[in-house]
């Protein structure tokens, strides 16, 4: 393990509390988001009808035209520490092989924040951070994942980093901000500069939490892998794979892309994988 782990600088003052969490009651969503449909438009509209406040939602195998993402780059001035690519936009059909999606509210309306891995015709496999306002299903596309109930991923203007990020937060529909009877799950978004999973252990203990799965999204500051090559690259985008807490400890299992477009998979290793930017997460205990 290093001595130090690797830190970025954000335009803004670091703010004093480093994560946000809401509990909510969970509920399986299996839903169908529709040919002609956008997928945020699609999302917002399916996780509103199972009476969900917010989601973590998971796809594979879906076709989607038009498609249009952006991967991570450097920023192009100092009113943030990194960026984003110009917006790829492949010609036809794109499956998207593998993502995960944290459906939130942003002024009021459906938001979503997605990362995956995708193929356009039989192209090169290619990650990043989609554009589901601009991304529309070709067919119908099968979702499945956890709903909020009570809990919810609200956009707001990040003073430290400067971007508008999810926040965790208790929503208006909750009673109170305890956890609630039965099947429940834990919003939670994380700040930059500290490891991921030491940060997920640790929150977790706090809310009496020793196994659960982890499902999310995120950026980090580099990366390092218990197998394989590390990633230089100082912002990324991430998907969780399969993510895990057992006896307190998390694994992640991730796919994560570099600046210049190279995927990286493994998983993180402990203590030296600090968040770049934000890391949005739903711990579901088990």
């Keep these: 393990m290093t001595n130090e782990l690797r830190q970025i600088r954000h335009p ?9 969490s809401a509990w909510g009651g969970a509920v399986r969503l299996d ?8 997928m945020e438009a699609g999302l917002g509209r399916a996780v509103a009808a ?6 973590y939602v998971a796809m594979a195998g879906a076709r989607l035209s038009p ?4 991967m991570p780059a450097g920023s192009p001035g100092p009113d943030h520490a990194a960026w984003y690519s110009n917006t790829f936009a492949p010609e036809g059909v794109v499956t998207v092989e593998e993502a995960g999606a944290i459906v939130g509210r942003r002024d009021g309306a459906p938001f979503v924040h997605c990362h995956g891995l995708w193929r356009a015709g039989t192209g090169p496999l290619a990650m ?18 956890v709903g909020l109930r009570g809990a919810v991923f609200e956009s707001r203007q990040d003073v ?9 937060e208790r929503a208006a529909s909750a009673a109170s901000g305890l956890r609630p009877a039965g099947p ?4 939670l978004t994380l700040r930059p500069n500290q490891d991921v999973s030491a940060a997920i252990e640790a929150i977790c203990a706090e809310e009496g939490i020793a196994a659960a799965r982890i499902h999310g999204i995120g950026s980090l500051n580099g990366a390092r892998f218990a197998a394989g090559p590390a990633m230089h690259s100082y912002a990324s985008e991430l998907l969780i794979r399969r993510g895990h807490l057992a006896e307190g400890r998390a694994r992640l299992d991730v796919a994560v892309v570099a ?4 995927i990286f998979e493994g998983v993180l290793v402990r203590g030296e994988n600090p968040v770049c930017v934000t890391f949005e997460l739903v711990v579901v205990p088990e």
Excluded: K, Q
Aim: with cysteine; glycine share 10%; charged share 20%.
């Design 12 to 20: 803004g003052p670091v703010a004093t509390i480093r994560h946000a």
């Design 31 to 38: 839903v169908t988001v529709e040919p002609g449909e956008t």
């Design 50 to 55: 199972a009476g969900c406040d917010a989601a």
């Design 67 to 70: 498609f249009r993402y952006v």
């Design 128 to 145: 990043g951070h989609m554009l589901p306002a601009e991304s529309r299903a070709a067919e119908p596309v099968r979702i499945t994942g």
């Design 160 to 168: 430290e980093t400067n971007f508008r990020l999810f926040a965790a």
């Design 184 to 187: 429940a799950a834990l919003a």
């Design 259 to 262: 600046m210049d477009g190279t």
